[in-house]
């Protein structure tokens, strides 16, 4: 019995390609992927596994220049570290360097729009990177176009890109510079310079001058 021409094409379409069928909604996280969380107060991201071996708090002002410094040179391994479960980062950001522009409170409130609708502990952190890689200090705050596309190329969820264009409000910055500053004057005995690392399972201020000291923190563990 000889098929119809349409049905022999169909049979080599789907033997060429296979079966599958469009799925409509968001695409779920890996639950393998360390997620990301805000503290109880509200004004914290954390960023990693809570059963990580290794816990910080990172204290950041978005147009301080060594926060800057720390992305660059740091922020890659911290990256690799989150994913690896090795390690737990809370950011705290404040904004004492602001002027009229709102720039740090809008990078700010960017970090915690991008912490919310599934955004992965590793991409959170690369967006801090990217973040503080197109550092002005001084200058305009960036747009929310922007904000939205290092948001979306550091791999921040499409929810959270989405909430960061349409220039939404994820965090009372006031508020927050207000809680996260006296936490860090607390626990540098009234000094809040930034940027500032704390270790929570030390309960001391980290040395980030000391070469290696992300290893240090982690036993000896690396990403390379």
């Known amino acids: 019995m000889r098929l119809p021409r349409l049905i022999l094409v169909l049979a080599t379409v789907l033997a060429l390609t296979g079966c599958g069928r469009t799925v409509s909604g968001s695409a779920l996280q890996d639950p393998d992927v360390p997620g990301v969380s805000l503290?109880?107060?509200?004004?914290?991201?954390?960023?990693?596994?809570?059963?990580?071996?290794?816990?910080?708090?990172?204290?950041?002002e978005p147009q301080c220049t060594h926060c800057a410094h720390l992305q660059d040179t740091d922020g890659p391994e911290m990256?690799?570290?989150?994913?690896?479960?090795?390690?737990?980062?809370?950011?705290?950001?404040?904004?004492?360097?602001?002027?009229?522009?709102?720039?740090?409170?809008?990078?700010?409130?960017?970090?915690f729009l991008a912490a919310g609708h599934g955004t992965s502990a590793p991409a959170l952190q690369a967006y801090v990177a990217t973040l503080w890689g197109h550092q002005s200090p001084g200058g305009s705050?960036?747009?929310?176009?922007?904000?939205?596309?290092?948001?979306?190329?550091?791999?921040?969820?499409?929810?959270?890109?989405?909430?960061?264009?349409?220039?939404?409000?994820?965090?009372?910055?006031?508020?927050?510079?207000?809680?996260?500053?006296t936490r860090l004057q607390a626990i540098r005995d009234g000094d809040a310079g930034t940027p500032t690392v704390y270790d929570l399972s030390a309960d001391a201020v980290v040395d980030i001058q000391e070469t290696g000291w992300l290893a240090k923190l982690t036993g000896g563990q690396r990403t390379t």
């Open 39 to 60: 503290t109880a107060d509200g004004f914290g991201i954390i960023a990693g596994r809570p059963d990580a071996p290794a816990q910080i708090e990172v204290y950041t």
């Open 79 to 111: 990256k690799g570290l989150i994913a690896l479960g090795l390690l737990t980062v809370t950011y705290r950001p404040v904004t004492f360097l602001d002027t009229a522009y709102g720039y740090s409170a809008k990078v700010a409130g960017a970090m």
């Open 141 to 181: 705050a960036p747009s929310d176009g922007q904000l939205a596309g290092w948001a979306a190329d550091s791999g921040v969820s499409a929810e959270a890109v989405a909430s960061i264009r349409s220039g939404g409000h994820a965090v009372d910055t006031d508020e927050m510079t207000l809680t996260n500053e």
